[in-house]
């Protein structure tokens, strides 16, 4: 009885296919490994360790021998060529980011820093604004209503959402935020 016989064959014991794997394994190991070798360099054997794992998997059934190697072929041609897509799109990624130098990096890193914990900082002396500021500066500066859209909304006067506006933001001018803070966001804008 053929080896390809052997693994194909469903009434057998585990141990049994797992004898026949073996000697399929041996015997086309080394044509496998030689072809990916070409493709993946030193990543051949990985390759071909996952496209066993995937043969013993699926357990299709063959017609001969040569239906079999030509199957195990195109699996590890197909594995390669994931591969290098793979690596591929890996260095695309990498080459994305390449026209940053160190420092602009950097520069750029310390900026979105200091314009992240500025806008912190005002959003939470927003949040200590009187409710009724509060709520109108939100709905207009975050929100971006109009005017007449707010007095609409909370029912009160156009007057009074100018009023309020107005009235946080003289808040908001009177807080002193870390002149150092603010400096260095500037400093590092243009």
Not at 24 to 53: C, H, T, W
Request: hydrophobic letters at 40%; one cysteine or more; glycine letters at 2%.
């Amino acid at each position: 009885m053929s080896t390809l016989h052997d693994y194909q064959n469903t009434n057998q014991s585990l141990k049994e296919r797992e004898s026949s794997f073996a000697v399929i394994y041996n015997k086309y190991y080394p044509e496998l490994y030689f072809m990916s070798r070409r493709f993946v360099g030193d990543q051949a054997p990985d390759i071909l360790a996952e496209v066993f794992i995937r043969f013993w998997n699926r357990q299709r059934q063959f017609d001969n021998e040569f239906h079999l190697i030509s199957y195990l072929r195109v699996m590890v041609h197909n594995a390669c060529i994931d591969y290098l897509k793979m690596q591929q799109r890996q260095l695309q990624s990498l080459q994305d980011f390449s026209y940053l130098s160190d420092q602009e990096y950097e520069d750029h890193y310390f900026r979105e820093v200091m314009e992240g914990r500025l806008f912190s900082l005002i959003m939470e002396e927003i949040e200590r604004l009187p409710e009724h500021c509060k709520i109108v500066f939100k709905m207009s500066y975050i929100d971006g209503l109009r005017n007449a859209e707010i007095a609409r909304l909370l029912n009160i006067k156009d007057a009074s959402v100018r009023v309020r506006k107005s009235e946080a933001l003289r808040i908001l001018r009177s807080v002193r935020f870390p002149i150092c803070l603010l400096l260095l966001v500037v400093a590092y804008r243009g």
